[in-house]
């Protein structure tokens, strides 16, 4: 990979990273606790590009529950901070395959 399409990759991935902190803050700020921990604070971010946001559920169950009850919500709060044409859409990922996102989790249950 050259220079050039690095430093572009990285500037993707570094907006995604701010992007994902952000809506991660908002949708904290503005859902119950119930809400928070019924679910949304084990989601991560997957990819962004082209004004599609991936975010990633640890399994099924989860994936069913937020695309049932939170999406519209997810959506609304994206929304609110990229613009109106940002989509988000779900997939399933392993925390185990991504150490920063264990070492979230177990902060967070402390």
């Not at 119930?34 to 997957?46: F, I, P, S």
């Not at 069913?64 to 959506?75: D, G, M, S």
């Not at 613009?83 to 392993?94: A, F, K, P, R, Y």
């Amino acid at each position: 990979m050259d220079n050039v399409k690095f430093d572009l990759w990285r500037k993707r991935v570094q907006g995604g990273e701010e992007i994902w902190v952000a809506l991660r803050d908002s949708l904290r700020g503005n859902a119950s606790e119930a809400v928070w921990a019924a679910g949304l604070n084990t989601l991560r971010l997957v990819d962004y590009h082209d004004n599609e946001i991936v975010i990633g559920a640890p399994n099924q169950i989860q994936l069913l529950r937020v695309q049932q009850r939170y999406l519209p919500f997810i959506t609304e709060q994206a929304q609110l901070l990229v613009g109106h044409d940002v989509q988000v859409s779900l997939t399933i990922t392993n925390p185990a395959d991504d150490p920063g996102a264990l070492a979230t989790s177990e902060e967070e249950r402390r």
